[in-house]
């Protein structure tokens, strides 16, 4: 059974700084990991999608990186800024007939001006 | 284009009442899949459509159910509902052809709240 775990479960940075959010998956046999941010009490917004034969995706400040072998992905954040205070969520897909997503418990980040 | 719409947005209901929830997808989508989210659990899969047939189901019980329409707009209705069923529900489309699919785009959710 998959499982989808993201360390850790909350983060505080100042401003500017750059950081690195972490996502652990069990089973390596996906077909794609996706990663969303989510405002307080809204849905859920899709930052990037990593097939599996990938090995990074980049937009903008964000860079998100896949290493199917090990079961982790991490999404590095630079020059981070208030705005982007959120929770991060990953998730996987199984295979190429699904919808379904498993998604981590998520990370609450905070960016203090 | 429009995004993901869901309706209503709020909902209170009381014990053992039933709820039916909406959702429109993005043109041209085909797939809609369905999500829990609450604090405890967090985000957990309940069902996805495709053309109209359910493609996958999660572990839910037998209360939860949907349909999607000859349009890909999807229902889900909760029947006899409990306590526990407060939460965000989700939902999600995706172009989802039939061998592959793609970034999916979430709606708003709609807040149920169970009295």
């Known amino acids: 059974k998959q499982e989808v775990t993201q360390i850790p479960a909350a983060l505080s940075v100042p401003e500017g700084e750059n950081l690195v959010l972490n996502c652990s998956f069990t089973?390596?046999?996906?077909?794609?990991l996706q990663w969303f941010r989510q405002d307080p009490g809204k849905g859920l917004t899709s930052l990037l999608l990593i097939q599996s034969s990938q090995r990074e995706q980049t937009s903008g400040r964000l860079n998100a990186s896949l290493d199917k072998s090990s079961g982790r992905s991490t999404l590095y954040i630079a020059a981070s800024q208030p705005g982007d205070s959120a929770t991060y969520l990953c998730a996987v897909t199984s295979s190429s007939n699904t919808g379904k997503l498993i998604f981590g418990q998520g990370t609450t980040l905070q960016v203090k001006p | 284009k429009a995004g993901v719409t869901q309706t209503p947005r709020y909902l209170i209901k009381t014990r053992g009442q039933q709820v039916t929830l909406s959702c429109s997808p993005i043109s041209g989508h085909r797939s809609v899949s369905w999500y829990q989210q609450t604090p405890g659990q967090g985000l957990q899969f309940l069902f996805e459509?495709?053309?109209?047939?359910?493609?996958n189901k999660g572990n839910f019980p037998g209360r939860f159910s949907g349909r999607q329409f000859s349009n890909s707009r999807s229902e889900m209705n909760v029947s006899t509902l409990e306590l526990g069923d407060s939460a965000l529900y989700l939902c999600a489309s995706s172009p989802g052809t039939a061998t592959s699919t793609d970034t999916q785009y979430f709606g708003p959710g709609t807040r149920l709240t169970v009295l």
């Open positions: 089973d390596s046999a996906i077909y794609n």
């Open positions: 459509y495709f053309s109209e047939t359910q493609r």
